[in-house]
């Protein structure tokens, strides 16, 4: 593909992405199709020809889109945002366009520096904790990691490692295995699931606490788990607390687990990735109580920054546990500088090697927005929270199961969770919006999140009609159906009078 | 920003990437900035007030373009190629425009439909084993990873924990933490660093067994290996071989590695990173030679494929042995038809939980440039490896370390270590052309990997005339400086002789 298609196609491709999200609306948020219904549309194998691009872009509109769930749809209220912008669409292109990778300084001087600014700004964005700056004199720093199952792995094994090396020095007595098989980490039984995927992977088992019956894990939970585990003689290294949690964006106490944390060495770790984003209002500083106090902490840009995924941002307080716990050089990955300046070089602090120039989406997407514009976003999430609120309120059908916290409201039809499970099925069959069940106490609910690029007051109204209406088709057809069977079992009754058999009644 | 103003921005950087990549030759290779120039010339904190879109792209040429090391350059020879295409970009720009994701089905279903046809396809285009294939009755399959290093780290992760779920059956009299201390990794002490580190995150020592003297890792290696290590109670999980390596692109022996995995009840996953590309070609079919016996395989498709990073291609034999390892379940991430088909939820095939919409670029791609077009482009870099390789035989200063591998070529200058050391300190510091150094038995060499997004012969020209006309400059200055240090000894003894200080000599 010459320079000339190149830019027929970018443009014609940029004016797709234009009609696709202007229109979004228009389209159910979930497809239609079934299992296979893709696959049985596309060829079996790579075409030996080149295809010209309007081919391609037609096969996107008529095979590809039909058989997507619309993420940017206003009408998309499941799990949390992932949330594009202009800024950042236009972002990712200009990074696949300069194609430059940044695993070390000299690999691409600005893509490490860019990093190192934009990280910066976010922390100071966020009011986060001095020690977290690159800026600052100190070993902390921001790392923008792929999402934020990798940000919590990497506070898992670096905390694991740690914990090994003081052991060894503390305990010579005992093997590096016998130190490995005693370790033990904690959670919440409401933190998300990649926390205890980071267990497995990492060996280590993380013992899910039970959080308080307002779904918050406090210290003394914490402290009882550690003080049993340590008489069984046991190793704690890390607790992974979450602001908030995943079913019901739940705030875990981080003042009096840090307590409990540091009187014990453990490492703690705040999974903030979504709740991280309300650090910015002043109106939510209470938030922030006891950052100060942690070890490592993730946000994740897509749900509230409008940074599109992947972009998770982590900061360390001592980056240098991770670098000391991951580092494995090689002569033909070594530069000038490296180790000579206070500039990282970021392989050392995550999993893998290669690394995109992400930092250039946050730049482009925070300066096209401004902090007034991302205050303003996340503002706006919580406004339309609290309207669809009001609206669940208002309606004596329906309860909260907890209150609304940011832009995540959790409810469900009175009654028992039979109602509130038809309901849901009926909602995924109609498609016009997107909502995911949970479940606490053996109560099963629904969690509205705001979502998508751009959402509206009109679109929480969309989304409330849609709910209230189809729980009052379902109780009308409930009681339809029962007067049917009401019906049906008087004339059976009346029926078996005439000594008719089944055989005939089903003619 | 709205719509109008996307519209003006996004054209716009069309043409902004149009003009950096037909440009690209007249830059410097490598950037001029130091440590800070970059940091230096940005703001603090993100700007308050949205900025203007014409205001982002003026920094991004005069700011962001001087920092970086250009990737996509001809005249880029470092590490190997990570190059792009104008599918590629395009493909990411749909990909963030359209904006989904896909951890599971119902949260896309065409997003992991399109996966695995593209899977399919690469898998038939390399001419894999059908048991890698999803359209094949079976567990075998395919799936789109972050980077090599994550596809191995899922190999070391998976493998870990099958044999710990073996041994647990066979040696009840063992704990688990007593089995997990016993496991033992094997790997060549040619093979990349990704896979030492995966040892250190799995927690599981990867033996780093000497290669030969071609550099080639063989099973006898292999198997002597085992014998000590069972001997003495370790229990050996996986063999982690290349094809190739990533110092000078050796190929380990597949079969002999499978015969004593095989005996051993051994995982074996090939790291083919790079040389993967070369399945493709029949010329190369030997290249592919054991395959049918491995049980995981990575290829990275930003090396030979034009599918721009991050796009790391991973087949299991039995992916269900990864699932099995990895699966942490939620009830919000439940669907209707999981479990339910042969189509994959990929969350759980993969260590995040999040995942991109990969597939569109790679599907893109393809079809831009058509099987007939990849072939071709892994055989324009074969070609241009011979052109340079020829350049360095038909120069008797220059010598080769190993045979040329497909687009790469390990040479150095003759003579001891400190001329090639000097000769690639001034191509560095001339900045014309980027290539990194490597060790093997004591001798320095540098490898000169063809790169970049389009390069052409005249390309490999004005790399070997920079090459080698600084080997002539070099040694001219050093015949002047003997000359010199020859002159100032003969000085120094006649000024000696007229019995002066040294501080008069210092004046």
Redesign the interface.
């Known amino acids: 593909?010459d320079?000339g298609?190149?830019?027929e196609?970018?443009?014609a491709?940029?004016?797709?992405?234009?009609n696709?999200?202007?229109s979004i609306r228009e389209r159910n948020v979930?497809?239609s199709?079934l299992?296979?219904?893709?696959?049985n549309q596309?060829p079996?194998?790579?075409?030996?020809?080149?295809?010209h691009?309007r081919?391609?872009l037609e096969d996107?509109e008529h095979?590809?889109?039909?058989?997507?769930?619309?993420?940017?749809s206003p009408y998309f209220n499941a799990?949390y945002p992932?949330?594009?912008?202009?800024?950042?669409?236009?972002?990712?292109?200009?990074?696949?366009?300069?194609?430059?990778?940044g695993f070390s300084?000299?690999?691409?001087?600005?893509?490490t520096?860019?990093e190192?600014?934009v990280m910066?700004?976010?922390a100071?964005?966020l009011n986060l904790p001095q020690h977290f700056l690159h800026?600052n004199e100190g070993p902390g720093g921001g790392v923008i990691q792929?999402?934020?199952?990798?940000a919590v792995?990497v506070a898992v094994?670096a905390a694991?490692?740690q914990a090994v090396r003081r052991l060894r020095l503390s305990q010579p007595e005992l093997?590096?295995?016998?130190i490995?098989?005693?370790l033990i980490a904690y959670s919440s039984d409401q933190s998300?699931?990649?926390i205890?995927?980071a267990g497995?992977?990492?060996?280590m088992p993380i013992k899910l606490l039970p959080a308080g019956e307002d779904l918050v894990l406090r210290g003394d939970a914490l402290k009882h788990a550690i003080e049993q585990d340590v008489a069984a003689g046991l190793i704690p290294v890390i607790c992974i607390a979450s602001l908030g949690t995943?079913?019901t964006c739940a705030y875990d106490d981080i003042e009096s687990l840090a307590t409990i944390c540091e009187q014990n060495d453990v490492w703690l770790h705040v999974d903030a990735a979504y709740a991280g984003g309300a650090f910015a209002l002043e109106e939510c500083s209470e938030l922030r109580r006891g950052l100060e106090r942690v070890d490592s902490l993730n946000f994740n840009l897509h749900k509230f920054m409008l940074v599109?995924?992947?972009c998770a941002a982590m900061w360390l307080r001592d980056a240098n546990k991770v670098i000391d716990?991951?580092n494995?050089?090689?002569?033909?990955?070594k530069h000038?500088?490296e180790g000579?300046?206070q500039?990282p070089d970021f392989r050392h602090w995550q999993?893998?090697?290669?690394r995109?120039f992400r930092a250039?989406k946050v730049?482009?997407t925070?300066?096209?927005?401004?902090?007034?514009?991302?205050r303003a976003h996340i503002r706006k999430h919580i406004r339309l929270a609290e309207q669809f609120e009001d609206l669940v309120k208002a309606d004596e059908r329906f309860e909260l199961i907890a209150p609304r916290a940011l832009g995540l409201v959790c409810f469900r039809a009175k009654g028992d969770n039979e109602i509130t499970s038809q309901l849901l099925q009926r909602l995924?069959e109609r498609k016009k919006i997107y909502m995911?069940?949970?479940?606490h106490c053996g109560q099963l609910f629904l969690?509205f999140a705001v979502c998508g690029?751009d959402p509206k007051p009109s679109d929480i109204e969309f989304a409330w009609t849609e709910i209230e209406s189809q729980l009052t088709s379902l109780c009308a057809e409930q009681q339809v159906n029962s007067r049917k069977a009401g019906e049906l079992s008087e004339l059976t009754h009346h029926l078996s009078g005439l000594h008719l058999t089944n055989e005939t009644l089903q003619r």
């Open positions: 593909m320079f298609e190149f830019r196609f970018g443009h491709s940029i004016e797709f992405i234009i696709y999200l202007s979930l497809s199709v299992p296979y219904d893709v696959i596309l079996r194998q790579i075409p030996e020809q080149p295809e691009w081919r391609i996107l095979i590809i889109l039909p058989g997507l769930t619309h993420w940017q799990f992932s949330s594009t912008s202009a800024g950042s669409i236009i972002g990712e292109l200009l990074i696949a366009g300069i194609g430059v990778l300084w000299i690999c691409s001087p600005a893509c520096e860019l190192v600014v910066d700004w976010l100071k964005f800026e792929g999402s934020a199952s990798e792995l094994l694991r490692e093997s590096e295995s016998e490995r098989g005693k998300n699931s990649c205890e995927k497995v992977l990492a060996a995943t079913g599109n995924f992947d716990s991951f494995v050089d090689r002569i033909y990955l000038k500088h000579q300046t500039i999993i893998p090697l290669g995109r250039l730049w482009i925070f300066r096209t927005l401004g902090a007034e514009g991302l995924m995911v069940k949970a479940e969690r690029m």
